[in-house]
């Protein structure tokens, strides 16, 4: 190209030099400022820019008399083509770099960077596209990315396009193969490129690895499964003696009805209506124990959480059903108000129970330490916008002012045999369920712990 444009040029001077032709034959200098502009360096561009105009000059000088009007107006009008032609190019030049500096960023990003065509066919692949992938971009260029992938987006291909179309882009987490047979998961941003008359060419595809970042909170999130169960396990050890009675009482109706319904058909004519009775007795009690041994097995079992439409009110009932001897036993007065016809809130069951058990029993012991005035607990269950709120009040010493900003925080008890752990357990379950978590003192004694959880919208209870 370079020996070319210095041909050319030549070839340009001695036409326009030797021959008696009138026109302006220095304008063809254009073509060898054009040809330097992609085969020399800016410096290199400048110097044969000079070197064309001054050509025309000595050609003109040669064959033509200075003071000619003709002539000059064809050497002017050539210098100004010449050197306008080779500002262009200067400025092409420039431009061109800059788009090759960032095209050698983006090919050198840790992001993965990929273009492909609306038939999902892959144009380009950068470095950080081969090092998440494994593939190079001499393997997968003309390939079918959706073929090559086999990506899991939760939608189809087709439908995130027809919001692309709309939108222009689109952005979400997406889980792909690696040449390897390893799954990635990436953060991952769509572009969407229309040509000039406004029909959609191309998409650009970002993607950033968050394998590393998912695979930790996984493990958090089995962590926190694990020590809930832990909780839950505990929590019902201390509630042993309750649990207990709880199923001792039905056991216990259930023998004395099996014994009588005995008596009433070892009599010399059977009482058949008095056994009847008795049978139907013995079931329901027998329907009694297995609901309170169904409830300690949901709460002592390990478990993914399962969020499901929930009657919150019937989980506070559940929940202080085994409740009820340690309340007694504490001498504690409970008082229910719980609003009627409530919508449900999309939440787990056990993790809800365990919430509100724990919660309770903070408030009983925290009555424990009060000997000289009733112990009372309020339970208020309500609706306030698309809220529901639950509140559990207790009379007892209250909480310490400094201490109610870290209550919920994790390892920070208030109890010298406290692990600090179930009202922080307390918390991230609430949170989990798109909720929150409060505490403050009430004006004449004792605390107040709030749960509020939003209602899931347009199903009933």
């Not at 390897?180 to 029909?199: C, E, H, M, Q, Y």
């Not at 199923?247 to 319904?261: D, F, K, R, S, Y």
């Not at 925080?409 to 609430?430: H, N, P, Q, W, Y």
């Amino acid at each position: 190209m370079r020996v070319g444009a210095l041909a050319l040029a030549s070839l340009i001077f001695i036409i326009d030099a030797l021959t008696p032709m009138d026109i302006a034959i220095a304008v063809l200098y254009v073509l060898v400022v054009l040809m330097a502009a992609n085969a020399f360096s800016r410096t290199g561009l400048i110097a044969i820019t000079l070197w064309c105009m001054g050509l025309t000059l000595v050609a003109f000088f040669i064959g033509h008399d200075m003071y000619m009007v003709p002539p000059l107006g064809r050497c002017l009008i050539s210098l100004a083509a010449i050197s306008i032609s080779g500002a262009l190019a200067l400025r092409n030049n420039t431009i061109n770099s800059q788009l090759q500096e960032q095209v050698k960023l983006l090919a050198q990003t840790h992001d993965g960077v990929i273009v492909r065509d609306m038939q999902h066919r892959i144009l380009s692949w950068n470095a950080g596209a081969e090092t998440l992938y494994g593939w190079s971009a001499k393997e997968v260029l003309g390939k079918t990315i959706t073929d090559l992938l086999q990506s899991n987006i939760g939608a189809s291909f087709d439908e995130i396009m027809q919001i692309m179309l709309v939108k222009g882009a689109w952005e979400g987490e997406i889980t792909s193969t690696r040449k390897d047979g390893r799954r990635v998961t990436v953060t991952s941003r769509w572009s969407l490129s229309r040509d000039r008359n406004g029909n959609p060419n191309m998409v650009l595809v970002t993607n950033n690895d968050i394998t590393a970042a998912r695979q930790a909170e996984d493990a958090l999130h089995r962590s926190q499964v694990e020590l809930a169960h832990i909780t839950r396990v505990t929590t019902l050890g201390e509630l042993a003696a309750s649990i207990a009675h709880e199923v001792n009482q039905p056991l216990a109706a259930i023998t004395t009805n099996a014994e009588a319904g005995l008596r009433w058909l070892n009599r010399e004519v059977p009482d058949l209506g008095e056994v009847h009775s008795a049978i139907s007795r013995i079931s329901s009690e027998a329907q009694r124990a297995s609901e309170v041994i169904k409830r300690i097995r949901a709460l002592s079992r390990k478990s993914e959480p399962q969020h499901l439409p929930l009657d919150f009110g019937e989980v506070v009932d559940e929940s202080l059903g085994l409740l009820k001897r340690e309340l007694a036993q504490q001498n504690v007065s409970l008082q229910l108000e719980l609003e009627a016809g409530l919508p449900a809130v999309q939440g787990d069951r056990v993790q809800l129970q365990q919430v509100i058990i724990n919660l309770v029993m903070n408030g009983v012991q925290a009555m424990s330490r009060v000997h000289d005035a009733q112990r009372l607990m309020l339970i208020k269950l309500g609706r306030v916008a698309d809220q529901l709120i639950l509140e559990i009040h207790d009379s007892g010493p209250g909480i310490r002012e400094q201490d109610i900003a870290k209550l919920f925080t994790a390892f920070f008890t208030t109890k010298e045999e406290g692990l600090g752990m179930g009202l922080s357990i307390c918390r991230s379950i609430v949170e989990a369920h798109g909720g929150h978590i409060d505490a403050h003192n009430r004006p004449e004694a004792g605390a107040v712990l709030q749960i509020t959880l939003p209602v899931a919208e347009g199903v009933s209870a």
